[in-house]
């Protein structure tokens, strides 16, 4: 993954049944505080329910003078697509997800002990192929992609 300036901007925690159980918990109590809906609570806890093996990786950006936060962060982003593709190469189903309990500063501080500036960049579910999802639409590539200086 890169890391160029070596700064090791990002943490990562493997969890296994017992932990996402504790999490599916987690989840659960964190949207009956902010009064979410039956939805949100089945969101949040269905990503930990359901889950086997997740590695959550945090983005934990380091002070430097050479590399800015956003590349730091870049790096974390870099992290979970490696993951997931050397789950792919390796015979594995994976995916990353975040979803709101992630992106809940809150759970992500009870959950993953996040501090300062560390945010939750992804968590890659790995597991069996079970049966091939229905692959979702795609961009256009001539809307999003230009060749060469207009």
Request: charged letters at 20%; a neutral charge.
């Amino acid at each position: 993954m890169p890391d160029h300036g070596k700064l090791e901007p990002w943490r990562l925690i493997i969890l296994q049944h017992p932990d996402l159980a504790r999490l599916a918990d987690l989840a659960e109590a964190r949207a009956r505080e902010m009064v979410g809906d039956e939805q949100k609570i089945a969101k949040g806890r269905g990503q930990f329910d359901l889950g086997h093996l997740v590695v959550a990786v945090i983005s934990s950006p380091k002070p430097s003078d050479k590399v800015p936060e956003w590349e730091q962060r870049l790096s974390a982003g870099a992290l979970c697509m490696n993951l997931v593709n050397a789950a792919a190469a390796a015979g594995w189903g994976a995916q990353w997800l975040t979803g709101w309990p992630a992106l809940d500063a809150t759970f992500a501080a009870r959950a993953f002990g996040c501090t300062g500036a560390e945010q939750v960049a992804g968590l890659i579910h790995i597991g069996g192929m079970g049966n091939p999802a229905t692959d979702r639409p795609r961009p256009d590539l001539a809307r999003v992609a230009q060749w060469g200086l207009a």
